[in-house]
């Protein structure tokens, strides 16, 4: 009867290390859906997803189950998985998202106004000189180029 028990714990253990991967795989949704990025960033987001799966199945196999593999350790993690995405997975990804927005706005927007006192500070104000040395030196361009065609016509 002990190793009915002791399958039972297993299996129960590994429905969590499912739940614990559907989790995993909601935090790198959550990534992508609250940051903008590019392809190649998002192959390595799913390789790293990947290594560290196959590190959280490898560690509890030899940790709980003496590194058996068995059907039912399988069942257990993909019924986990599977659990943990038809009932929670929507609502924690919502929330989650909408809780690093909210976080994002939060610190963006003094950020923001510091660059736009910067801006207004130093930017702008070298932009005028710029434009000013630039203006200065167009005209003295025209100038010359018209000094340049009287020179010719005579």
Do not use: H
């Not at 929330?95 to 939060?106: F, G, T, W």
């Not at 006192?117 to 100038?143: D, E, G, H, R």
Request: hydrophobic share 55%; glycine share 4%; charged share 20%.
């Amino acid at each position: 009867m002990s190793e009915v028990y002791r399958q039972l714990f297993c299996l129960f253990i590994f429905i969590l290390i499912g739940i614990i991967i559907g989790i995993l795989f909601d935090c790198f949704r959550i990534l992508r859906k609250s940051f903008k990025t590019a392809d190649w960033i998002t192959y390595i987001q799913d390789i790293i997803f990947w290594i560290l799966t196959g590190i959280i199945i490898l560690f509890s196999i030899f940790k709980f189950n003496n590194g058996e593999i068995r059907s039912y350790i399988i069942l257990g993690i993909f019924f986990g998985a599977l659990l943990y995405i038809l009932t929670i997975s929507k609502f924690v990804v919502k929330y989650s998202v909408l809780a690093i927005q909210l976080l994002k706005r939060i610190i963006l927007y003094p950020i923001n106004i510091l660059i736009s006192i910067f801006k207004k500070l130093i930017i702008n104000p070298i932009k005028k000189i710029f434009n000013s040395f630039k203006t200065i030196y167009n005209k003295k361009i025209q100038k010359k180029t018209k000094n340049d065609k009287m020179a010719i016509k005579k």
